[in-house]
């Protein structure tokens, strides 16, 4: 039950509270399973995007019973993280004016050993050229580490690269890989591609984050609805849309992409299966960067 479906959440759109419920029911038989098992944040905004919103991990009081979650800790206590199981758990959260879900790396039980490492491209600027090509050098120079990526629009200003993993590797060295993949990333075309975290000393150059990857660090959805204007959603796309030229960061929206799901499906359903070890690539990593 949606309470209050009339409330406007994108108020430049039109774009209600009931509208965006109908998008997650529309779209959960195939957003479920990049859902499933993994922590969640919630990023909510009670008034709509044209207010601040807030970003909430712990559901631990006036919740309901039936909804799953997990106990996490954290310094001095500990957090009680939601969990999407199905439509219904789905809906509540998106009935609690939750926009956007921002998950784990990892699923229950093994939350210290993820199934997916990701890169976050994130540019100073709106060239949508720039951060398409840096998108497919990195992939490229994951597929030098025998790694297969896959790809999603991140609904915001840039591309998030995923690896699937065999759930093997600690999340500690995880993270460590990840970071060196973006030094030696970065390395190679140091005028247009930063490390740095702080927006003042980027200088213009695209973002290379590698901090998706640690412990109780959170990405968006796939399929998630961003908090900005023309509801953009963060979309699974192909290599080859990207190296057209064909997509953008912010190509698909809640209201085009039941009519995408309709004609493509989920682009990353057989991603899943296709985890990898990253024994060699860590390997083969080290000499590449020596």
């Not at 406007?8 to 098992?37: C, N, Q, S, W």
């Not at 890169?119 to 100073?124: E, Q």
């Not at 985890?275 to 690539?281: I, Y």
């Amino acid at each position: 039950m949606i309470t209050h479906p009339e409330k406007v959440l994108f108020p430049d759109d039109g774009i209600t509270k009931g509208d965006l419920a109908a998008y997650y029911e529309a779209v959960a038989a195939v957003m479920l399973p990049h859902l499933r098992g993994r922590p969640v944040t919630m990023e909510r905004y009670p008034a709509g995007i044209g207010e601040k919103g807030f970003w909430q991990k712990d559901v631990s009081k006036g919740f309901p019973a039936w909804l799953q979650r997990v106990e996490v800790p954290k310094k001095g206590g500990v957090v009680h993280h939601p969990v999407v199981t199905d439509t219904r758990s789905l809906l509540w959260m998106t009935n609690q004016n939750t926009i956007t879900q921002h998950v784990w790396t990892s699923r229950l039980p093994r939350l210290d050993h993820p199934d997916l490492c990701v890169f976050d491209l994130d540019p100073s600027t709106d060239d949508a050229a720039a951060v398409r090509a840096a998108a497919i050098g990195l992939r490229d120079l994951l597929a030098e580490l025998a790694l297969p990526s896959w790809i999603k629009t991140s609904g915001s200003k840039g591309f998030h690269i995923v690896v699937p993993l065999d759930g093997k590797t600690p999340i500690g060295a995880v993270a460590r890989f990840a970071n060196a993949v973006g030094t030696v990333f970065v390395s190679l075309a140091a005028d247009r591609l930063t490390q740095e975290f702080s927006k003042a000393d980027r200088g213009g150059r695209i973002y290379v984050d590698t901090g998706r990857n640690g412990y109780g660090a959170t990405f968006a959805a796939a399929y998630t609805v961003r908090a900005k204007r023309g509801a953009p959603v963060s979309a699974p796309c192909t290599w080859e849309e990207v190296e057209r030229g064909e997509v953008n960061p912010r190509t698909f929206t809640l209201r085009s992409m039941p009519d995408r799901l309709a004609k493509v499906g989920d682009l990353w359903a057989g991603m899943r299966r296709r985890g990898r070890s990253l024994k060699r690539p860590i390997e083969k990593l080290r000499r590449l960067s020596a």
